[in-house]
């Protein structure tokens, strides 16, 4: 089954405390991305990567990091989250860039 | 401030009802794509739309593009409670990047 798969669902952690949460899609797509939802502001984009190896900073890129050494995986990376990370994260991939998204179901994260 | 202006935030309904959702902007974009998600759950895509003045019907949804690509709408006709979801609307502009508006939340009561 196509499908993009974000792990953990559910994250709790503290200010500071450096965590990863990963991201893989089975359909050899190239274009992938991160955004993350808060209410009233909608879904906005952290991160994309074009293909492997090519990363660029989306709308709210601040306080966070990713990686696309193999064409399926773009993890997001906190190095040292923070309260206002507190979000719903999605992350999506397309075929190309103009393609329509294939969401993952999303990592809650608190930051306290 | 927002790319992509949706309206209604909320809107809570009876089945049977008809609606309109509407998104706009004064962008122009390329495309324009509407989205349901359900709690729990990543959006999912309903439909893409390219030309200006275009219309497309999916079952009971009917989806038009503005004549100018600047703003969209979303019309459920005999809605059902299993229409209830979140719909956001994403335009892409001329570099294909998207702009997600902040969404419509419909709930359908029976």
């Known amino acids: 089954e196509a499908q993009v798969t974000q792990n953990p669902r559910y994250l709790i952690t503290v200010t500071g405390k450096k965590l990863t949460v990963t991201c893989s899609q089975n359909m050899n797509h190239e274009y992938m991305s991160w955004y993350r939802q808060d209410p009233g502001l909608g879904l906005r984009q952290i991160y994309y990567s074009m293909n492997v190896e090519v990363t660029d900073k989306g709308d709210v890129p601040e306080g966070y990091k990713v990686s696309r050494k193999e064409k399926r995986n773009f993890p997001l990376i906190l190095e040292s989250p923070s309260p206002n990370q507190t979000s719903l994260y999605f992350c999506?991939?397309?075929?190309?860039?103009?393609?329509?998204?294939?969401f993952g179901n999303g990592t809650r994260l608190t930051v306290t | 401030t927002q790319l992509l202006e949706q309206s209604p935030q909320f809107l809570s309904i009876q089945e049977g009802e008809n609606l309109t959702v509407y998104c706009n902007s004064s962008s122009v974009f390329s495309s324009l794509q509407w989205y349901r998600q359900e709690p729990g759950e990543g959006p999912v895509l309903l439909v893409t739309?390219?030309?200006?003045?275009e219309v497309k019907k999916l079952k009971r949804l009917t989806f038009q593009f503005g004549d100018a690509r600047k703003d969209s709408s979303l019309h459920i006709t005999a809605a059902q409670p299993g229409d209830t979801g979140l719909y956001l609307c994403a335009g892409a502009s001329h570099f294909n990047k998207f702009y997600f508006g902040s969404g419509t939340k419909l709930n359908v009561k029976p």
């Open positions: 999506a991939s397309s075929l190309t860039r103009s393609s329509p998204l294939h």
């Open positions: 739309v390219v030309t200006g003045g």
